[in-house]
């Protein structure tokens, strides 16, 4: 079908620092709060924010891997998620990346800083190989709890149980969570959006929806 974007599984790619500001509606705030950044894969974010004196640890299955491995999945995924985006491209907004080629070199290059600094930050400690919904950290461990393209995002593969357990284990080791975007591959709201807000509402937990200045998908 005209405009289909499909997935059958998660995929490795990665953003940059610009775009999680802007993805998560993040202003200026303190170099000593700990960001954690869930199923963070081939992201620049923590290098770029390291980078910058943040203190920022990602964690994600992905980091188990060695170098090369990291990048063939990267080149993998690459293929699917263009292909996909070509197929699809009148649901996306282009006034940033222009054009597919554009937002692909965007996406390469962020995912080229994650390969230069994946080894350093393994040895730093400030990548982690770990996965949702059962994070290897302390209850209130950071400030702030990122999410982007992943919950939600994989609302056909992950079911409503995985959510909700994902959801709550970051506010269980964080202060605050985020998650961007709330629209599955189909560009539409998540159907497990709702039973993820009813979690955290039945523990004691305060949900907001929140307009942030970023739009690629369509809505």
Same mark, same amino acid.
């Given at each position: ?6 997935? !059958? !599984? ?24 700990? $960001? ?8 620049? %974010? ?27 999945? $990267? ?20 006034? /940033? ?15 080229? *800083?994650? #390969?230069? !600094?994946? /080894?350093?930050? @393994? ?10 919904? /059962?994070?290897?950290?302390? !209850? ?5 709890? @990122? =999410?982007?393209?992943?919950? %939600? ?6 079911? /409503?149980?995985? *959510?909700?357990?994902?959801? #709550? ?10 998650? %961007? ?16 807000? +009813? +979690?955290?509402?039945? *523990?004691?937990?305060? +949900?907001? @929806? =929140? ?9």
């Amino acid at each position: 079908m005209t405009g289909e974007f499909k997935l !059958d !599984d998660v995929r490795p790619w990665g953003r940059n620092r610009v775009e999680y500001l802007t993805f998560f509606g993040l202003g200026a705030f303190n170099r000593q709060t700990r $960001i954690l950044d869930c199923a963070g894969g081939p992201s620049s %974010f923590n290098v770029e924010m390291t980078r910058l004196g943040f203190r920022v640890t990602s964690v994600d299955p992905l980091y188990r891997y060695s170098k090369a491995v990291i990048s063939g999945q $990267i080149s993998l995924a690459g293929e699917a998620i263009m292909a996909g985006v070509r197929r699809a491209a009148s649901r996306f907004v282009w006034t /940033e990346y222009r054009s597919p080629e554009t937002l692909e070199a965007v996406r390469m290059a962020a995912m080229k *800083h994650l #390969l230069e !600094d994946c /080894e350093d930050g @393994l040895a730093e400690g400030r990548y982690v190989a770990a996965s949702l919904p /059962e994070l290897p950290f302390e !209850d209130g461990s950071f400030g702030l709890v @990122l =999410c982007s393209h992943f919950l %939600f995002t994989y609302s056909a593969q992950l079911d /409503e149980a995985f *959510h909700v357990a994902a959801a #709550l284990e970051m506010a269980r080791v964080g202060r605050e969570v985020r998650i %961007f975007p709330l629209l599955d591959l189909d560009g539409l709201l998540s159907p497990q959006l709702a039973p993820v807000r +009813a +979690a955290m509402d039945s *523990h004691g937990l305060n +949900a907001e @929806l =929140c307009r942030v200045p970023y739009e690629f998908q369509k809505g």
